[in-house]
T-cell receptor
Framework: NAGVTQTPKFRVLKTGQSMTLLCAQDMNHEYMYWYRQDPGMGLRLIHYSVGEGTTAKGEVPDGYNVSRLKKQNFLLGLESAAPSQTSVYFC?????????????FGPGTRLTVL | EDQVTQSPEALRLQEGESSSLNCSYTVSGLRGLFWYRQDPGKGPEFLFTLYSAGEEKEKERLKATLTKKESFLHITAPKPEDSATYLCAVQAYQAGTALIFGKGTTLSVSS
């Protein structure tokens, strides 16, 4: 049981390049989330999904797109990277939204945009 | 506006010196308050969930408590391995499952 895994761990992009971050969970969780963490700020929600085939915007969605084609995977895309997107990105997952709602986090992806 | 404020930003303790971390929150209808631990270069690790005022939970040297306006994370006789950043987050009924995080308290315990 690996929990929540993220690929890649590190990435450096040039301004304008695109990339996709992959999140996978093996806990059969319905809900999945993408956060970013910046120095001096709390974790902020980018997008989330309440089930396969669904996505919704969080607090800071601009410049990102997401897809949830399979229940266990949640992809975060940057179509045209900007230096302001330099951050550490965390994926999380939780159960159905009823009950405890505990979110379990992956190890993170450190992204630098030059 | 839902908001979470953690204090202090940083705390230095000697091994065995007990203390508390504070998490003040403003939320329209608290669904749950969460404490996480984050080590450098790692993802947040779940510690506790508290749901109602008066509730307490313990795990080893950590004890979390909740009132209607704040939560405390008490650390009793800390060890160097307790050094980490401790994050507090709240979940409001109106916000669905979204978590609102504080900026965290970085704890350093020296031997």
């Amino acid at each position: 049981n690996a929990g929540v895994t993220q690929t890649p761990k590190f990435r450096v992009l040039k301004t304008g390049q695109s990339m996709t971050l992959l999140c996978a969970q093996d806990m059969n969780h319905e809900y999945m989330y993408w956060y970013r963490q910046d120095p001096g700020m709390g974790l902020r929600l980018i997008h989330y999904s309440v089930g396969e085939g669904t996505t919704a915007k969080g607090e800071v969605p601009d410049g990102y797109n997401v897809s949830r084609l399979k229940k266990q995977n949640f992809l975060l895309g940057l179509e045209s990277a900007a230096p302001s997107q330099t951050s550490v990105y965390f994926c999380a997952s939780s159960t159905s939204g009823r009950g405890t709602d505990t979110q379990y986090f992956g190890p993170g992806t450190r992204l630098t945009v030059l | 506006e839902d908001q979470v404020t953690q204090s202090p930003e940083a705390l230095r303790l000697q091994e065995g010196e007990s203390s508390s971390l504070n998490c003040s929150y403003t939320v329209s209808g608290l669904r749950g308050l969460f404490w996480y631990r984050q080590d450098p270069g790692k993802g947040p690790e779940f510690l506790f969930t508290l749901y109602s005022a008066g509730e307490e939970k313990e795990k080893e040297r950590l004890k979390a408590t909740l009132t209607k306006k704040e939560s405390f994370l008490h650390i009793t006789a800390p060890k160097p391995e307790d050094s980490a950043t401790y994050l507090c987050a709240v979940q409001a009924y109106q916000a669905g499952t979204a978590l609102i995080f504080g900026k965290g308290t970085t704890l350093s315990v020296s031997s």
